[in-house]
């Protein structure tokens, strides 16, 4: 089946310093989601991206949907010590159903 | 916008009692809700795809007669975790999306439960 693989898995920063994930699938995908989720919390939005290419910003985060349609990338610069948590891409299946999978997941950790 | 609430935030039951999950779209109407369940530094699990006014679609590997959701209203889902044992203590969350396919999911806040 479709798998979304997220690396790295984990990261620690300082604060102030850029960050970069990114999210692969052995499959294409047609739209790109990334979800930030803090602890004990659901997953939120961030970014969404609907086109090859596309290049999306909200504030500090960056989103790139990759050329080939099977990977995408999240950029944070200037890290802040909110920004910790876990950071998942997802996409829509392609099986003809309707839902979503999530990716591994990076966990993201600020020092200050 | 895109509002969607899940009650409670958390819940402590005994083994072999019931427990109800409430999710709820605010502003908006959802005619699909999909329910998660999520293990400690794991990643999010579909466990069911939530119709309003048919039958839910579960996901290979998840009981239906452990885990009945009733999708009764456009902006109302339910998950019942039905005869709890300390293996279904999880983090479940629901979500919905008010767009067509491809349109983005909107997360509740999730659901701690944890069986005695």
């Known amino acids: 089946g479709q798998q979304l693989n997220q690396s790295p898995q984990s990261m620690f920063i300082q604060e102030g310093e850029d960050v970069s994930m990114n999210c692969t699938s052995s499959?294409?995908?047609?739209?790109w989601l990334w979800y930030k989720q803090d602890p004990g919390e659901g997953p939120v939005l961030l970014i969404a991206?609907?086109?090859?290419?596309e290049l999306t910003s909200n504030g500090r985060l960056t989103a790139q949907f990759g050329i080939t349609r099977k990977d995408s990338f999240l950029n944070i610069s200037a890290s802040i010590p909110s920004d910790v948590g876990i950071y998942f891409c997802?996409?829509?299946?392609?099986?003809?159903?309707?839902?979503?999978?999530f990716g591994t997941g990076t966990r993201l950790k600020v020092l200050a | 916008g895109a509002v969607v609430s899940q009650h409670p935030s958390w819940v402590i039951c005994k083994s072999g009692t019931s427990v109800k999950i409430e999710c709820r779209s605010l502003?908006?109407?959802?005619?699909?809700m999909f329910w998660y369940r999520q293990f400690p530094k794991q990643s999010l699990m579909l466990m069911a795809t939530?119709?309003?006014?048919?039958?839910?679609?579960?996901e290979q590997g998840v009981e239906k007669d452990k885990f009945l959701i009733n999708h009764a209203s456009l902006t109302l889902s339910t998950l019942t975790v039905t005869s709890a044992h300390p293996e279904d203590s999880s983090f479940y969350i629901c979500?919905?999306?008010?767009?067509?396919?491809?349109?983005?999911?909107?997360f509740g806040n999730g659901t701690r439960l944890t069986v005695t």
């Open positions: 997802a996409g829509p299946t392609t099986s003809g159903t309707y839902k979503y999978i």
């Open positions: 991206l609907y086109k090859a290419g």
């Open positions: 979500s919905a999306s008010p767009g067509q396919f491809n349109s983005p999911l909107h």
């Open positions: 502003d908006f109407q959802a005619t699909t």
């Open positions: 939530s119709n309003e006014g048919s039958k839910a679609t579960y």
């Open positions: 499959s294409i995908f047609n739209t």
